[in-house]
């Protein structure tokens, strides 16, 4: 367990602790706080608001040159975040 992390998210009334390592983190629904991981995460953004996400998409990819989407989105695949990468792309179809 990261207890620095743990007592963090507590002091800061965090809802979510975003992560990959869940295993690290067994107690934190007993203080409150929900673990997401970052494809949960960022599934849910898509949910509430897709065109929002779609804008901050464009500001990296500006910000990196003109990097190309498809390059953008083969990363969130390969990182682990199939859900996001699967909505992102059908989104910007």
Do not use: I, Y
């Given at each position: 367990m990261r207890r620095h992390v743990v007592a963090a998210a507590v002091?800061?009334?965090?809802?979510?602790?975003?992560?990959?390592?869940?295993?690290?983190?067994?107690?934190?629904?007993r203080v409150g706080?929900?673990?997401?991981s970052p494809d949960e995460v960022l599934t849910g953004l898509l949910a509430l608001t897709?065109?929002?996400?779609?804008?901050v998409q464009e500001r990296i990819l500006s910000a990196?040159?003109?990097?190309?989407?498809?390059r953008v989105l083969d990363a969130l695949r390969r990182a682990g975040a199939?859900?996001?990468?699967?909505?992102?792309?059908?989104?910007?179809?």
């Open positions: 002091a800061a009334h965090a809802d979510v602790l975003c992560t990959w390592n869940m295993k690290d983190f067994p107690v934190m629904e706080v929900q673990l997401q897709p065109h929002g996400v779609l804008a990196r040159g003109g990097m190309s989407s498809d199939v859900d996001s990468e699967t909505r992102l792309r059908a989104l910007s179809s």
